[in-house]
């Protein structure tokens, strides 16, 4: 994806404070009734929302209808005013395929009450918080005004924009693996096959196989059917590839009309690129993402799919940890985990297995040594308990090892393996001190990103999958379709890549871990 980085920082929008929690929001400099950011002289005119005027009596009609403009999701009409729609063709009680026999038409049932309506709405937050100091408080003002923002629910919808038998799908998995991304390719072939498409394709090795070396990969449901029973991706994965231009004009040439794009942000960056360069060459091609990062750091999504998986297997190592070290004489057992800038499988796993005595994550500084430090509280551990197990998330203390300022294709930093870092410094640290201290370190990552999705992604890669697919048919593109508050919804890619979605120290989760846990702060 580092050719396509460019695309991305020019696509990226500035975002009002509404989305960042409260405390995180400052310094912050209150003028009277004038909520002023520390940089918003700089960037106000960029951002009208960087300051809001709290004593304007219509702020919160304003700030809404700016929530609402930067919510809305792009539509084929807003690009092609005369854009045709037609009746459903996915309709749960007509079963038969579309055929050329609909000679009149497509066949639809106007009795079925199982579409969405395009003027459903989901709330975005559901918490009613009363202060600033609130645990998790994620407020707009200081006074924590209640105001409501609703996106746009996902589904299918009465009317289409495409004519399934001229549609010509593709869909492609970018990043690295991760549980539940066969299951994602299944269901939305599947899907696409009840709508009545007949071309859908592959594209082999993420925005690499845009290039003319790779052929596609031809789907159907035969070819999809089992998929879902083998972890892995059906299609390959790459970071990289061309450029956005070089892609569009592939997607010219294989005459694509509807492309899925499997990724995190880095590739719902370039999938925004794309829709934005085939607005630009005025293609009607619908672009939709779906958001596959095992890290949960997708802004404004209750999870995304392949975390549940990663929690679970995690289990695996961190009982293999606790047995090793609780066997030994003065044990300790480390196991890092996935999470470069966000902790939450360290964090989900440290407190559903109730073994782990430290948890370490990118979001929470820390000191190894010292009168406060992690080795200071592990010695303590080893003479109370006898052993101590560690969760560490890969990006936690960065601060420790060395920089190698390598970048990998996808234009990520290339950390230190602050796992390996944590084992030699705890051995150095009981032999200066002529203390025993046997360690074990485990680190599954590969064995977790391989991983067949668990029956809860399962689901969830199915849903998601399907709504994609309903996304596409709807008329939308330069959308994502995820999970917000149980409920499944569409939102604008840009606002879902600003920025990656972190773990809140504040946060009530976090001080469940810390209770669990029973460490106290390593400042």
Known sequence: MGSLSPAMTSNRLLLPSDRIPFRKRFPVVFKGNRCVSASASASADKNPMSAIDFSDPEWKTRYKQDFEKRFNIPHVTDFFPDAESYPSTFCLRMRTPVSEDFAQGYPSDEEWHGYINNDDRVLLKVIRFSSPRSAGAECIDPDCTWVEQW???????????????????????????????????????ITLEIYGVKKIVGIPFGYRGFGKEL????????????????????????????????????????????LFVLGGNGTHAGANAIHNECRKRGL?????????????????????????TAVEEAQRAINSAYI??????????????????SGFIAMQAALASGQIDICLIPEVPFELHGPHGVLKHLKYLLETKGSAVICVAEGAGQNFVEKTNAKDASGNVVYGDIGVHIQQ???????????????????????????????????LCTVLGQNAVHGAFGGYSGITVGICNTHYVYLPIPEVISYPRTVDPNSRMWHRCLTSTGQPDFI
């Open 151 to 189: 996106i746009h629910r996902a589904g299918p919808r009465e009317k289409i924009f495409f004519k399934p038998e001229d549609v010509n799908a593709a869909i492609v998995t970018c990043g690295g693996l991760c549980p539940g991304l066969n299951d994602v390719i299944r269901q939305i072939v």
């Open 215 to 258: 052929a596609e990969i031809t789907l159907t449901r035969k070819v999809v059917q089992n998929v879902h029973l083998s972890g892995g991706s059906l299609l390959g994965v790459s970071r990289g590839g061309p450029n956005v231009t070089e892609i569009v004009d592939s997607m010219q040439e294989r005459g694509i009309t509807m």
């Open 284 to 308: 009607k091609v619908a672009v939709v993402g779906v958001p596959k990062t095992i890290d949960n750091d997708i802004l404004l999504m209750d999870k995304t799919f392949g975390f549940d």
């Open 324 to 341: 090793e070290a609780h066997s030994a004489y003065r044990g300790v057992g480390v196991v890092k985990l996935m999470g470069r800038s």
């Open 425 to 459: 410094e705890i051995k150095k640290y009981f032999k200066e001190i002529g203390d025993p201290a046997d360690v074990k370190y485990i680190d599954p990552t590969y064995m977790i990103r391989a991983c067949r999705a668990n029956a809860s992604d399962g689901i």
